[in-house]
């Protein structure tokens, strides 16, 4: 059985999903054209920007590496403390 989201953990992944989605349109790519960019299938990112589903650490730090945005930028909105750098993601 799944356990229900509280309001705040609803809205952190629902924020996630509108950044993801904005790191996408602003390089100019489709969904398909994302998800092949970062190996995953069309789906995972149509469930991600839908918020129906939740992406992963290793997706999170992929869209980093290839794209060339913050992972906090990501979860957070751009707050830059703990931060991962471009190591820690290449490590993926």
């Known amino acids: 059985m799944r356990k229900k989201c509280s309001e705040e953990e609803l809205l952190f992944r629902s924020e996630i999903a509108k950044r993801i989605k904005k790191v996408r349109?602003?390089?100019d790519l489709s969904r398909y054209d994302f998800a092949n960019a970062l190996g995953v299938h069309i789906n995972t990112i149509f469930h991600i920007e839908k918020n129906l589903g939740y992406p992963s650490i290793k997706l999170l730090a992929k869209i980093q590496?290839?794209?060339?945005v913050g992972f906090n930028e990501i979860c957070l909105g751009g707050e830059q403390n703990g931060e991962i750098d471009s190591q820690e993601a290449s490590e993926v």
Not at 65 to 68: P, R
């Open 65 to 68: 590496k290839i794209f060339n």
């Open 25 to 27: 349109l602003e390089n």
